[in-house]
């Protein structure tokens, strides 16, 4: 009986320590963001850094932050003067 009893607190204590590893995980894991923003930008020109036209970023992707790994970005950067960043045409 005495073991029986035993192999129940046992049972407990790693059911309690596994929910609790479980619960610390999703507390610290950083999980993939979407991102969807527009920023307000300012493009100067090389022959004059006096003048130069407003213009907008738009960043729309996901950020993921791995465990054990580096940090990556997969999406599209477009600024709305140049074309070629909403299509990613290059010729």
Not at 51 to 70: A, C, H, M, Q
Not at 78 to 90: A, C, P
């Amino acid at each position: 009986m005495n073991l029986l009893k035993r192999n129940s607190n046992t049972f407990k204590v790693g059911a309690l320590l596994i929910l609790l590893l479980s619960i610390s995980f999703l507390l610290i894991y950083d999980f993939p963001k979407k991102i969807d923003r527009k920023y307000a930008a300012y493009e100067y020109f090389t022959n004059n850094p006096n003048d130069g036209e407003t213009t907008s970023v738009t960043i729309v992707g996901t950020y993921k932050k791995p465990l054990f790994r580096n940090p990556s970005f997969t999406g599209k950067i477009m600024i709305e003067e140049y074309e070629f960043t909403q299509t990613y045409e290059l010729m």
